[in-house]
């Protein structure tokens, strides 16, 4: 009996301490010294070395580049300072970022960067939003920039310092667009590159269709006739090759708001951004024409292929609008595909594209703590100078923010990018409160006229209503 | 503890070992459904340092959602409604008709058995992509058969009219094989006895089944009815998975209260609503269970 209870108080005991360990781990965490490390692992400038994959059958010999990890000795009295940057996985973005992280450690060698991209893109924001309520997560993070008034609202990411960073200087340097990071007067965020809308086209389908392979479409017109003539149709009728898909959940709903609404005479906004206009007659004869291939000319649907931009990448379709960042899709899961690029097609004289951005704020976790504050600006300026513009450019496909290197010579050359960077002056970005929940209203009006025979004018008048209570309910809590 | 009998002694020791799994429901069940009611009184934001007391706001909203035919939040009730008065009432009749032909046949029966069981111990993720591709328009599977047999091609999942039935359809095929197993399991306990005295007081296959096998099978059917009602007031993972970008559509037409909880959550950071819909979604199971438990389990 005697030995029964002593087990019993070792038992409790155990308990006991189990609990005051899981109480007290989060305290113990926090109060860890800083690290001072005297050698660390950072990775090595890449080397390029070749190997081999069995690619459909065959052996493929590729040039990859590989970087290695090599120990560097930092002075053992230097105070490293650890910042955290988060962004989605996304490998040619992942490479760039690491390059960047290395150079800019190399050159500040207090200051360690913690890369966190294990997040896939879907579960970007429901990693955030775990991260920030257990007071851990990124001090500096990517975001997209329609995002940027909402984090903004949660008082997630701090105001960029003006002395750091001068609002003129921002205005001068970057590209138009980046205005929008601007809110309640100040900047919240600032991007390494920013993105615009183009046409792809497959020269390989235009010469099957009798086209010429170079002669892409330049103006509306022409993209409904060639789109047509690309279509090809099995003697059931069923789409064999789609001229033209229109992906209203991937681009095109931009390519409506921001381009066609515009060429057709309308505005898709009031120019306070606080009144929804893209429903006037002019914007329902742009979404009547963006309408018409899938319900009159029968050139494709998204709903075939997977969507329009896997349609476009199995060559399954001859004309495709998307951002320049699918060059990389393209080169990594497409790289025999023969296309090319060109601006968006004018419409009634008017040229116009959709401008948008991933850009990169420090987060209010960072402003807690002087030095990692510190350091996370030291960062983000270092990830916005026009030489990381162009290290992402050459990675990633995204054109450079900053207009000096947007500007570049070879760039606007360049077959695939210089349609892209073209665009750039004439780019229009959308101020979006809820970017998911605005694009599902332009999805449903499509939508409800293709599958449920609604009338186009009174779909958008719907999608109006709807969008216009979300900018309502965003503009009331704000002057 | 000298004094204790044996038998308090055992008690104690079960309580003990019990501690571990309690704390461990506690923490990860118990808490965590108590702060959702907790949140669904605030304006809550994941993202904010500070969260705003509103009271009932959460639920004003969400009742107004409700009266609106529009709004999706309404449309998500609605179709979980129809997941469950379609899918449960066919999965139950499926696998129980499947249940008495296995319960008839000795041999292959383990195999037959186990073709039924594969689809539910395979993910779900994976099950949900396959039919997508099966349900694809022009060439996926069931498109090139219905064409092969020079049958009109449908848009099954591509159609606000048809997704909702095409996504039931997976989700019954795949929840057949554990209602089978149950069922098997409950055939088993009916004394063969009942069935022989049946026969030799004159009763055919068919009586024998309305008065003896259905009365006998009735816990069973309770238990399935009751668990097969709750998975799919759940459905969550067929429909993020089935649908493009995972929005519940075209048109709203396959969403759930779940997958609305998720986006209201994570796309649109409104957690006070996304807890107030999951407060809902909780007292309607709730009462539908008590319910099922009270008017379906009968004594014979």
Known sequence: MHSFSKKMFVVVSLFLLGGLLVACGGTQEAAAPEVVEVTRVVEAEPEVVEVTRIVEGESVVEQVEVTREVEVVVPADSEVTTIEYWQYFFDPRVDAMNRLIQQFEAENPDVRVIHNSDVPYADYRDKIAASAPAGVGPDVATLFYGWVPAWVDAGYLIPLPQDEFPPEMIAEQFSPMVQNSQFEGEYWALPTAVRTLALFWNKDLFAEAGLDPESPPTNLDELAEMAQALTQYDDAGNIVVEGFPVGVPGQAHHWFREVLVRQFGGQPYSDDNRTVMYNSPEGCEAFKYMLAFETEYNTGSNDLFEDATQAFLQGKSALHIDGSFRVGTIAKSAPDLNYGVVELPIGNDVQSTFGSYWTHGITRKAAEDPAVLDASIRFLKFITTPEAGTTWVNKVGELPAQLEAAANEDLLADPILGPFAAGLPYAHATFFVDESAQRQFIVDAYDSVRLAGADPCEALDEAAALEQELLDEFWANHN | ?300
């Open chain 2, 1 to 300: 503890m000298s004094r204790l009998t044996i038998r308090q002694r055992q008690v104690v020791w079960a309580y003990i070992f019990l501690l571990v799994p309690m704390t461990f429901f506690i923490l990860i069940r118990i808490i965590p459904t108590l702060s959702a009611f907790n949140i669904s009184l605030h304006d809550w934001n994941p993202l904010a340092a500070e969260q705003t007391f509103v009271g009932l706001e959460n639920y004003r909203q969400l009742w107004e959602d409700l009266l609106n035919p529009r709004s999706v939040t309404h449309k998500a009730f609605v179709n979980t409604f129809k997941y469950v008065l379609i899918g449960m009432p066919i999965q139950l009749v499926t696998a129980l008709a499947i249940a008495l032909l296995l319960n008839e046949i000795t041999r292959m029966s383990t195999l037959f058995r186990a073709i039924f069981f594969i689809p539910f111990v395979t993910s779900t993720v994976a099950i949900a992509w396959v039919w997508r591709w099966l349900y694809q328009p022009q060439y996926g599977f069931f498109n090139v058969m219905l064409s092969f047999f020079g049958l009109p091609q449908q848009p099954f999942l591509k159609s606000p009219n048809q997704a909702l039935y095409s996504i039931t359809a997976v989700v019954v095929w795949q929840g057949l094989g554990f209602a089978i197993i149950i069922f098997l399991a409950g055939l088993k306990q009916v004394p063969e006895t009942f069935y022989e005295a049946a026969k030799i007081d004159g009763a055919n296959r068919w009586q024998s089944f309305w008065r003896i096998t259905l009365p006998l099978l009735n816990t069973t059917l309770v238990y399935l009815a009751v668990l097969q009602t709750i998975s799919f007031l759940r459905m969550f993972d067929y429909v993020i998975n089935m649908t493009t970008q995972g929005d519940g559509g075209p048109l709203a037409s396959t969403t759930t209260v779940t997958l609305r909880v998720y986006r209201e959550a994570f796309s649109s950071f409104d957690m006070g609503y996304a807890s107030a819909l999951t407060v809902a979604l909780f007292g309607i199971i709730l009462v539908i269970t008590i319910v099922q438990l009270k008017f379906l389990s009968r004594d014979y």
